[in-house]
C-alpha cells in the first residue's frame, strides 16, 4: 500500500499540469465514464494522507486513492505509456502532457469545497504544510484513546494520524524500542507521533525511503524487509509476524533483541 510520501511525491509530479487547460479528460470509470473534462483548466493538487485530489477550475476536485496498486505517470504528450492502457482509469492530457491514472481507486468528481468532507473522519495528515503543535496535540489524543492497543495496528489506523503505512509503521516500533504488540500504553506517545511526522516529512521528496540516515542501498531501513540482512544495529535476526485480522493483515517485522515486548 503506497503510504503517505508516496502520494505526496505523486501530487508534486502531477502539479506540472497546474495552470494549463485540459485538450482530453478521459475517466474510466462506470460511474464518470460520460464525463469529459476537456477544457477545465488543473488549478491544483492536494494530498491528505493517501487520498489525492485533483483541483479543476469551476469548483471541481476529481478524488481518487492509489489503493495497492495504483500509480500516476507523467508523459510527454505523445510519449508511450509503460503501463498497459487496460489499467489506465484517468487520462489527462494537455498541450506539453499527459498524466495517466493507473489503476486508481475510490475515484469521484465532488465540488472541491467538500473536499474536507471527505476526509474528515481521517486523523492529522502527517504532511500537512501547516503541520504545528495543535496537530501534534490532537494526533497523540487519538492515539492514546485506546491504551490498550497494539501500537502496530494504531500507527496504521488513518484514523489517528494520516499517512502511516507498514514500512514506517516496523521503522517507528524500531525506533520507539518496543515490538508492534506492545500496547499504546506502554509507548511515549508523543515521541510516536513526532517520529511518524519527521521520517514522512524527511522521505517525502525521495523515492528510496531512509530512516537511518546511511546511504548505502540495504542500510536504509533498521528492520523492514530485513529478514535475511538482519538487524542493522546489532546484526540479529529479525522476525516478520502477521499483525492484524482480514483486510487490516499485515507483516510486521521487527528485531527480538532491540525491540522487548509481546510477539505475535
Request: aromatic content about 6%; charged content about 25%.
Amino acid at each position: 500500500m503506497p503510504e503517505g510520501d508516496t502520494v505526496y511525491r505523486t501530487a508534486a509530479t502531477l502539479s506540472v499540469l497546474t495552470g494549463k487547460s485540459l485538450v482530453r479528460g478521459d475517466l474510466r470509470h462506470p460511474r464518470l465514464s460520460t464525463v469529459d473534462l476537456s477544457g477545465r483548466v488543473v488549478v491544483g493538487v492536494r494530498t491528505v494522507g493517501k487520498h489525492l485530489f485533483v483541483r479543476f477550475d469551476r469548483d471541481l476536485s476529481l478524488r481518487n486513492h492509489l489503493g495497492m496498486d495504483g500509480a500516476w505517470q507523467v508523459y510527454p504528450a505523445r510519449g508511450r505509456w509503460r503501463r498497459p492502457a487496460f489499467q489506465a482509469r484517468a487520462v489527462l492530457v494537455t498541450a506539453e502532457q499527459q498524466a495517466i491514472g493507473f489503476n486508481l481507486h475510490e475515484m469521484a468528481l465532488v465540488p472541491t469545497d467538500e473536499e474536507d468532507r471527505l476526509v474528515a473522519h481521517l486523523g492529522p495528515d502527517l504532511l500537512d504544510p501547516t503541520w504545528g503543535p495543535s496537530h501534534v496535540d490532537e494526533a497523540v489524543a487519538r492515539l492514546t484513546a485506546e491504551p490498550e492497543r497494539e501500537i502496530g495496528l494504531a500507527l496504521l489506523d488513518q484514523r489517528v494520524m494520516a499517512g502511516v503505512g507498514n514500512v514506517y509503521k516496523a521503522e517507528i516500533c524500531y525506533l520507539l524500542g518496543v515490538s508492534p504488540w506492545t500496547p499504546v500504553s506502554g509507548v511515549d506517545a508523543r515521541l510516536a507521533v513526532e517520529l511518524s511526522r519527521k521520517l514522512l516529512d524527511h522521505n517525502k521528496m525521495s523515492v528510496d525511503r531512509n530512516t537511518t540516515g546511511e546511504q548505502a542501498k540495504d542500510r536504509q531501513l533498521w528492520v523492514y524487509g530485513r529478514r535475511r540482512g538482519g538487524c542493522l544495529r546489532c546484526g540479529g535476526r529479525v522476525v516478520a509476524g502477521v499483525q492484524g485480522s482480514d483486510v487490516h493483515e499485515r507483516v510486521a517485522y521487527f528485531c527480538p533483541h532491540c525491540q522487548p515486548g509481546p510477539a505475535a
